[in-house]
């Protein structure tokens, strides 16, 4: 049996999470200067100090931890284990203004993803979640535990959609003609039961972006599988709950509508997380390796 994360450990990385989005809330109403990486990405000096920080703190506490990096890389290390940073998930708002940014953090260990966090300093809104210790959201002082919603039904299920502008008219009509689509909505409102589902197609997101979801939205009872089902990240198990791929409503509906999404042009770089206990089992992107982040089209993540 996989053993539960250390709630040590979950307690260290949400502290972290917070720590930095302190910086980052600082920076973003200082001002901060912008640049563009050679791939044409922006950049703010805010990103380098605050993955600069979180480094540095990793560095004190475990220095035999391998650390990844939006921004500066790889950092080797020799015990097994591994912290995955973000420090500022949705930059092109953070640079323009506007307040739907967050900071990204994970942890993974030799039985694959074991901490998620995703912080949102603005809003002083926190959702983390441990393997085997349950998914929670923390606003302010206040810390409750969070599930997913309940809903069983495809037909009319709230679905957020994310990168919607880069999406082929397939993909939007095909979806469009069975769930309710909706511009408003992310991984934080699917695990507080604000929407039933989200697909991220089109513009790519990075292991940067997704390595805090699995364990997030499983903890919540949810279900996290590429388009075939298997894992989302390597070394990921996604945990298949009682009625995940047999539902008596998703499965019939999943049958109908699969074969027609896996031939819709860009559908391979189509991520599914879908909800519920009895939800359809369709597809979250590959994203397999760390790799620098082409942010194209503006997308909230």
Not at 118 to 145: L, N
Request: aromatic content about 6%.
């Amino acid at each position: 049996m996989t053993p539960p994360a250390d709630q040590d450990l979950v307690d260290f990385a949400v502290g972290l999470a917070r720590r930095a989005g302190d910086l980052v809330t600082e920076r973003f109403f200082a001002g901060t200067r912008v640049s563009f990486k050679p791939d044409g990405t922006e950049v703010t000096e805010a990103d380098l100090a605050v993955e600069a920080l979180v480094r540095t703190e990793l560095a004190d506490r475990f220095p035999r931890d391998e650390v990844y990096g939006e921004e500066l890389g790889t950092s080797a290390g020799t015990s097994g284990r591994r912290w995955v940073v973000d420090p500022i998930d949705g930059t092109y708002y953070f640079a323009h203004r506007i307040p739907v940014f967050s900071t990204r953090i994970a942890f993974e260990d030799e039985h694959g993803p074991a901490i998620g966090v995703i912080h949102e300093p603005v809003a002083r809104q926190t959702i983390y979640a441990g393997r085997g210790r349950g998914c929670w959201r923390s606003i302010g002082s206040a810390t409750t535990p969070t599930r997913v919603g309940d809903r069983v039904k495809l037909s009319g299920a709230r679905t957020a959609m994310i990168n919607p502008g880069t999406w082929s008219e397939e993909l939007l009509t095909t979806l469009h003609r069975t769930v309710f689509l909706q511009t408003t909505g992310d991984i934080v409102g699917l695990v507080t039961g604000r929407v039933d589902a989200v697909v991220i197609a089109g513009g790519s997101m990075d292991y940067e972006d997704l390595a805090p979801i699995p364990v997030i939205v499983t903890e919540a009872g949810g279900v996290v599988t590429t388009l075939t089902g298997g894992p989302v990240l390597p070394g990921c198990t996604a945990r298949q709950l009682p009625g995940a791929a047999e539902g008596p409503i998703a499965r019939p509906r999943l049958a109908q509508h699969d074969p027609g999404l896996v031939r819709l042009p860009g559908i391979s770089r189509c991520r599914w997380v879908p909800a519920g206990p009895n939800s359809v089992r369709t597809g979250v992107v590959p994203g397999r390796r760390p790799c620098r982040r082409r942010r194209g089209p503006p997308s909230r993540r």
